[in-house]
């Protein structure tokens, strides 16, 4: 993968932002892959560890997070987790712009993984993988799709966002948890 992180380092398609370089992706142990939006300036870009700060507490999305996979029997540690965008962004009405910049980068991690699984946090990881404008996120949460991504197929499940600001980020998100819990091998 040390060829992938030279080339977010080297990749200017967005501007000059700050990139998650050292540590772009976790390793887990789970046959599935949770993608998020864009890494969080005061999270694994600075402490390295997904969904933790640098005093090793974890945020509060992670928090959310492993709540849910607690109640499949796993914990944050457990899975594979890389974000959608390899850059901070700051503005969010360019998640999605930078969401299909970072595509082909996604792309190469995710075909070096032994993950057939695919969970996307939220509507720009979900329609940067699905390659489709999402008009209501809601029609896609939870629901399983069928995708290829350079030869290799996976199962792609959008859940809620786990942000604390997002209602729906764990109640809803349970039941969806409680299905992924039987694709677990």
Known sequence: MKY???EISKCSLCGNLPKLID???QYGRTNFIII??????DGWIESKKAFYNVSGKLQSSGRILEKLLNNIGLSIIDIYFTECCKCIIEDRKNLEKC???????LIKQLNKLPCNIIITMGLHPTQAVLQTKIRKFADYVGKEFSVELANKKYKLIPIYHPS?????GYKD???IFNKIK???S
Do not use: D, R, T, Y
Request: charged content about 15%; hydrophobic content about 35%.
């Open 4 to 6: 992938i992180q030279e």
């Open 23 to 25: 540590n772009s992706i």
């Open 36 to 41: 998020g939006e864009s890494p969080a300036k």
């Open 99 to 105: 969401s299909a910049n970072c595509m082909p980068i």
């Open 164 to 168: 604390p600001l997002n209602p729906k």
């Open 173 to 175: 998100n349970v039941p």
């Open 182 to 184: 039987n694709f677990i």
